[in-house]
C-alpha cells in the first residue's frame, strides 16, 4: 500500500471517502469498484494500481477505520469515570466529534458490523475482536452501581441511558449535515443534551 499512501492527501482521502461511502451503501458483494473510481475521480486501472484487487481495498478500510476509531474516540474517553452517565457524556461528544470529522467511517463500520460472514485475515479479526472489548470496557467496565437506585435493574437502567444517548446523538447528526461546522455554535445543543441527562439521572440515581 506503499504507493496509495505516498498520494496526495487530498487524493488519497477522496478515494477513501469514495470507496468506504459504497462499501457502507452496498456491502463487499455488492459494492463496484466502476461506482468507486466515478466517485473518486480516477481511472479504475489507478485503482487497482493501488490495490491489488476490491478484497485488498476493503481490508485495507478495515484497518484504517479501526485506527481512525481507535484514535479519534476510544482511547480518549476516561474510563476511570465510574459514573455511567458522565461517562456516556463524554463518550458521546467525543464520538460525535469524531462522526463529524469522518462521517464515512463509521457508516462503513455499521455495514461492516452487520455483516454476517466476514472473511478477514487473522490479524484484522482479531483487531476487530479487540475493538469491540474495548468498547465493552468503555460502556460497562467499572462503573458504580451503587449510584444508582436500589430498585432499578441496573443492566436494564444501562441500556436505557446508553439507548437515550446513541438516539440524542443520531438526531444531532441528522440536524447538523449539510452545515459548515466552522460556523456552527454547538454550546445550544449540548445544553439541551445536558437536561436530557439530568432527566436519566433523576430517574435511575439515588439523588
Known amino acids: 500500500m506503499e504507493k496509495f499512501e505516498n498520494l496526495d492527501p487530498k487524493k488519497q482521502q477522496k478515494i477513501l471517502d469514495s470507496a468506504l461511502m459504497e462499501f457502507a451503501e452496498n456491502g463487499f458483494g455488492q459494492a463496484s469498484t466502476n461506482r468507486i473510481v466515478k466517485k473518486a475521480g480516477i481511472g479504475k486501472g489507478m485503482l487497482f494500481y493501488y490495490f491489488s484487487n476490491k478484497k485488498d481495498l476493503y481490508e485495507y478500510l478495515v484497518d484504517y477505520s479501526m485506527n481512525f476509531i481507535v484514535n479519534e474516540y476510544l ?10 452517565i458522565k461517562r456516556m457524556r463524554d463518550a458521546a461528544q467525543i464520538k460525535m466529534k469524531a462522526q463529524l470529522k469522518n462521517e464515512h467511517i463509521f457508516n462503513f463500520m455499521g455495514t461492516f458490523m452487520l455483516t454476517k460472514d466476514r472473511d478477514l485475515p487473522p490479524h484484522l479479526q482479531k483487531r476487530y475482536e479487540h475493538l469491540q ?36 446523538q443520531q438526531n444531532l447528526l441528522q440536524k447538523l449535515q449539510g452545515k459548515k461546522m466552522t460556523e456552527l455554535d454547538l454550546k445550544p445543543y449540548w445544553d439541551e443534551f445536558y437536561e436530557y441527562l439530568d432527566i436519566l439521572k433523576k430517574s435511575f440515581y439515588t439523588n
Open 75 to 84: 482511547s480518549l474517553v476516561d474510563i476511570n469515570e465510574r459514573d455511567f
Open 133 to 168: 472489548q474495548q468498547g465493552y470496557a468503555l460502556l460497562y467496565e467499572g462503573i458504580d452501581k451503587t449510584l444508582f437506585r436500589k430498585d432499578v435493574d441496573v443492566d436494564k437502567a444501562f441500556n436505557l441511558i446508553r439507548w437515550g444517548v446513541d438516539g440524542y
